[in-house]
Structures are given as structure tokens and as C-alpha cells.
């Protein structure tokens, strides 16, 4: 976000409201809060009235931006392995929505939900989260990610052809959840990069955060309070294989 953000707005700006520096973003011990990210979401959409800006932003997306465990997803050996420990591995990413993944019939799927009500904040994380994932799954595939249908849950904005030029796919709005539908068949071939030495080493670190990252403290849910009146139950990190009616099906909520 930052990259894209450079010239648009005073970097202070973005994050006003919380106690994190532009610097922060580099160190590898810095934790991002759910609040604290929809603070900075929040500041952005308020300084910079550019339509479409999640679409923008996701598109800067790299794994390099996160961390280690970037690395670790660009060093699995098939795109499956990669979405599902990205998925395992979600929690350190403080994300806002709960998110499931799941292939039937050689058809993929992504399904997300609202951990909390992030009303006039909804399209920019759906924005922003579609177009970062198709932008890290075609920088680890090597090759363009095959779309087939997209859902979004809100009214179509005046931007909509811009979701069509990025997707490459028939896109819905007023949709009853935020759904992606793509081709699944590529899922299980190997991974240019794939490394199985920088793998370990990536996890080892990965699960040694992720042991870290505790339940919000009080001071947080006040201020989730604060930026919305419907807090959902937060979720634990679970991670399950299904198996009844579908080859591979993955859940994640988180």
C-alpha cells in the first residue's frame, strides 16, 4: 500500500491513529492489529479519492511484503500447497474477514465473511484482497490465474469495468457472500520456485510466530468497538481437510 500511496498522501497521514511508522512495516517483529489496519484502510480511502483503490493497491501486492511467510508460499511445491499454508497461516496477517477455500469438480473456490461490519470498508478489502491474491498466485505460477466467476456482496460501483479488465472473468454484484470461482486443474502442478530446504526453514519461523499472536487484548476490542457496532466473535485458527462430495476441500476461519 505504501508503494502505491507514495505522492498521494503525507505517509504520516496513513497511519494516524495508530502508534506504527512507515519503518515498522520492515521490521520483522512488527504486529499489526485488525484495528490498526482498519484504521490505516480507513485513512487511505479518506486522503485519496481515487475509484477503485483496493483493485489498485492489491495489485502492488509480493510476497516479499510478507515476510517469511512470502517466502514459504513461493517456495511450496504445487499452488495448492502454497493457498493452503497461506491460508494455515492467515492469523499473521491480522485479516479482517473469514475466509474458506475449497476444489470440487476441478473447480475452485474462495468464500469470504465479515469478521466484523466493515460497512463503507467492505469493497475496498474485497477490492484489495482479490486482486493480491491473483497477483501472488501469478508471481509463484508464473503464468496468468484463470478466473471463471466472481461474486462481490454490494451495489456495482462506477468502476466496475475496471474489476472486468483485472479479473479477465464475468463479475456479479449484490452478491449473497464474496465468492471467486476458478480453474482448479493447475493446482497440483509443481512450482517453478518450489524449494523444499527454504520451505522448512520458512515454516519453522512461521510456526514460531504464529505461537505469538494471542487473543486481542482489551484495549483492541475497545478499539474494533469504536470502528464498528457489530463485532462478530473473532474465531481461532483452524485448519481441516473435508472429504464428503469433493476431491479436496479446505477450510479456514481465522
Not at 520492515?26 to 485513512?43: E, W
Not at 491473483?134 to 456495482?156: D, G, T, W
Request: a negative charge; one cysteine or more.
Amino acid at each position: 500500500m505504501t508503494r502505491y500511496l507514495e505522492g498521494k498522501m503525507p505517509c504520516e497521514s496513513l497511519f494516524e491513529g495508530t502508534p506504527l511508522t512507515a519503518d515498522q512495516l520492515y521490521q520483522p517483529d512488527t504486529k499489526v492489529t485488525m484495528a490498526q489496519k482498519m484504521a490505516i484502510f480507513s485513512n487511505a480511502l479518506s486522503h485519496v479519492h481515487e475509484p477503485g483503490l483496493g483493485l489498485k493497491v492489491g495489485q502492488q501486492a509480493r510476497f516479499s511484503d510478507f515476510g517469511v511467510l512470502g517466502y514459504a508460499v513461493f517456495s511450496s511445491n504445487t499452488m495448492l500447497d502454497a493457498l493452503m499454508m497461506g491460508f494455515k497461516y492467515l492469523r499473521l496477517a491480522g485479516p479482517v474477514l473469514k475466509k474458506q477455500m475449497w476444489v470440487e469438480n476441478n473447480l475452485g473456490y474462495f468464500r469470504a465473511e465479515q469478521l466484523v461490519d466493515l460497512r463503507d470498508l467492505l469493497p475496498f478489502f474485497c477490492e484489495y484482497w482479490f486482486t493480491a491474491i491473483q497477483n501472488l498466485c501469478e508471481e509463484v505460477m508464473q503464468q496468468p490465474f484463470s478466473s471463471k466467476l466472481i461474486r462481490f456482496p454490494y451495489p456495482e460501483p462506477e468502476h466496475s469495468d475496471l474489476y472486468k479488465e483485472i479479473f479477465h472473468c464475468p463479475v456479479e454484484f449484490n452478491a449473497d457472500h464474496l465468492e471467486w470461482q476458478f480453474d482448479a486443474t493447475t493446482l497440483y502442478d509443481p512450482l517453478p520456485a518450489a524449494n523444499t530446504m527454504t520451505l522448512q526453514m520458512c515454516l519453522k519461523s512461521c510456526d514460531e510466530l504464529l505461537a505469538t499472536v494471542q487473543a486481542p487484548p482489551a484495549s483492541m476490542k475497545r478499539s474494533l468497538n469504536c470502528l464498528s457496532n457489530d463485532l462478530a466473535t473473532i474465531h481461532p485458527l483452524k485448519y481441516s481437510r473435508q472429504s464428503s462430495a469433493c476431491h479436496h476441500a479446505h477450510c479456514v476461519a481465522t
